[in-house]
């Protein structure tokens, strides 16, 4: 499978409790994006790379959440004391980015978090 | 990026055309209308884009009006698993493009 994949699909944890997730974007795409999807909404913007480096944070990114790209491969996304407001699906985009193409995002399948 | 309005759902008979509407009236020359879908429980799975003229692929065609002020994307032959939730968005697709933005969407649900 060549497509973005995202690990684990599903997470239950305790409030309080840390949780990291994982995406891996299709080979060669030299950004990921992060999005979060409450039940109801439309995703909405977390956070994104180009290559290794975080070129923009959300508001919705409170200093509980953190996230990274070390090698310009895959990417975590950690949150720390998760509350029950932190239940969502996480989503990751992945794309070949150039300043002249119309690049298009390429989504996982989502983790979906459950915060009791 | 400027701003779109879907209908909230929508229904369509199996094996007939289904047609979803979308109003960008806000969009600028270096806009492009995108299409999205997103079946319960999986990601968004990307469907089409385009500037000015009307596109065709293996899933869909997308009408954009002359004054682009407004485009229907159309699947032709619409099937169970084409049941799904479809996203309009408008984006700049130059170099400082960025993010999605996704609104509510239009819920289409196809019949039997």
């Known amino acids: 499978d060549t497509g973005v994949s995202q690990d684990p699909r599903h997470k239950i944890t305790k409030r309080g409790q840390n949780v990291t997730f994982r995406c891996d974007p299709i080979s060669e795409h030299n950004r990921l994006y992060w999005y979060r999807q409450t039940l109801g909404q439309g995703p909405e913007f977390l956070t994104y790379?180009?290559?290794?480096?975080?070129?923009?944070k959300s508001r919705l990114l409170s200093d509980r959440f953190s996230a990274e790209r070390p090698k310009g491969s895959f990417s975590t996304l950690e949150i720390q004391r998760t509350e029950q407001g932190d239940s969502a699906m996480y989503l990751c985009?992945?794309?070949?980015?150039?300043?002249?193409?119309?690049?298009?995002?390429?989504f996982g399948p989502g983790t979906r978090l459950t915060v009791l | 990026d400027a701003k779109t309005t879907q209908p909230t759902s929508m229904d369509c008979a199996e094996g007939r055309a289904a047609n979803l509407p979308c109003n960008h009236s806000?969009?600028?020359?270096?806009?492009?209308v995108y299409w999205y879908r997103q079946i319960h429980s999986q990601g968004p799975q990307y469907i089409i884009h385009g500037l000015k003229n009307n596109e065709t692929n293996e899933m869909a065609s997308l009408i954009i009006t002359e004054d682009r002020k407004s485009s229907t994307l159309i699947l032709p032959h619409a099937t169970l698993r084409d049941t799904a939730v479809y996203y309009c968005?408008?984006?700049?697709?130059?170099?400082?493009?960025?993010?999605?933005?996704f609104g509510s969407g239009t819920q289409l649900t196809v019949l039997p």
């Open positions: 806000t969009i600028s020359g270096n806009e492009y």
């Open positions: 968005i408008v984006r700049v697709a130059s170099g400082s493009a960025r993010q999605l933005t």
């Open positions: 985009a992945s794309t070949f980015r150039t300043s002249e193409s119309t690049d298009t995002q390429y």
């Open positions: 790379f180009q290559n290794e480096a975080q070129l923009e």
